[in-house]
């Protein structure tokens, strides 16, 4: 027999990649939400939500949407939280469990906490899972399977909200982790904002160069760098959203490659290979441990 569903209705704000993944997984799951609503501000994306069938309910206006609602996630960019929270928050019901999916987690905080109405419970979360397409189209309900949710709840938080989030994001495939806002903030940066900066980096230096070099760039390119195309052909607004709102872990974590990798370059120009052999090696544990892992 089914588990019954630990929401009777769940607004999603926001049917991109991560917002249509849960609407699918809960849709095919049937446990997760009794009754799913998808609200977006583009009309394009309300009509592919229809059309795909993801959704029991698709509204226009986030406000109606999130009406008795026991549970809203909000998958837009994280800079536009501020703004969709001021939109809904008089419309969320008592009891309701407000989280999200957001790659920052101490802007969230900082955005949603004064604008929450008393008994709303805010639980962060951020499923550590993606791929280089957005939108309605972009996701599958496999998207969270195997992959790491990290919840993070603030002091004080509502233990059984809190156990609620973690089972949606379990239901979802999810391996779970609890951590506070900075700590995670500074673990994304190094993980997932920085390789990002890096790719974006990469690409405009490529896009930079000569018109003849960029054309041979481009035709020869190996492995390593269309990897780094990959990770460089992410959303723009929801990038440029992370770098703004994670500045100061970011800048930290950039500091500290800039220096590594000047280390680096020192020791190819006085051919020191001891230190490049080092720095392989431990490229070689690091790959090695993810795919025990089963993170690669």
């Known amino acids: ?98 989280s999200d999916v957001g790659s920052t987690k101490g802007s969230v905080l900082r955005d949603l906490t004064p604008l929450l109405p008393e008994g709303v419970h805010l639980i962060p979360a951020h499923p550590m899972a993606g791929t280089e397409h957005s939108g309605p189209d972009a996701g599958f309900a496999e998207l969270f399977k195997g992959r790491w949710c990290i919840v993070t709840p603030p002091p004080g938080a509502d233990p059984a909200a809190v156990e609620k989030v973690r089972a949606l994001w379990e239901r979802a495939g999810s391996m779970i982790e609890t951590m506070d806002a900075v700590t995670h903030d500074k673990v994304v940066a190094i993980v997932s904002h920085l390789p990002h900066l890096i790719a974006f980096t990469i690409c405009g230096t490529a896009d930079d160069l000569a018109q003849e070099t960029r054309e041979a760039v481009l035709r020869f390119a190996a492995s390593g760098f269309r990897d780094f195309t990959r990770i460089a052909a992410s959303d723009v607004d929801m990038w440029r959203d992370i770098f703004l709102n994670n500045r100061e872990a970011v800048l930290e974590m950039l500091a500290r490659l800039t220096e590594d990798a000047q280390a680096f370059g020192r020791a190819i120009r006085w051919g020191e290979a001891g230190f490049i052999e080092d720095r392989i090696r431990r490229g070689r544990k690091i790959r090695r441990s993810l795919i025990e892992l089963k993170q690669a």
């Open 1 to 98: 027999m089914a588990e019954e569903p630990l929401f009777q209705r769940l607004c999603i704000v926001g049917p991109g990649l991560v917002g249509s993944s849960i609407l699918r997984v809960a849709k095919e799951r049937g446990d997760i939400a009794a009754t799913l609503v998808a609200t977006a501000r583009s009309e394009h994306t309300l009509e592919r939500v229809r059309a795909l069938g993801i959704a029991d309910v698709v509204e226009a206006d986030a406000a109606k949407a999130v009406q008795g609602c026991d549970a809203v996630i909000l998958c837009v960019p994280v800079g536009a939280y501020a703004g969709v929270m001021a939109h809904i928050a008089p419309h969320l019901a008592q009891g309701c469990i407000l």
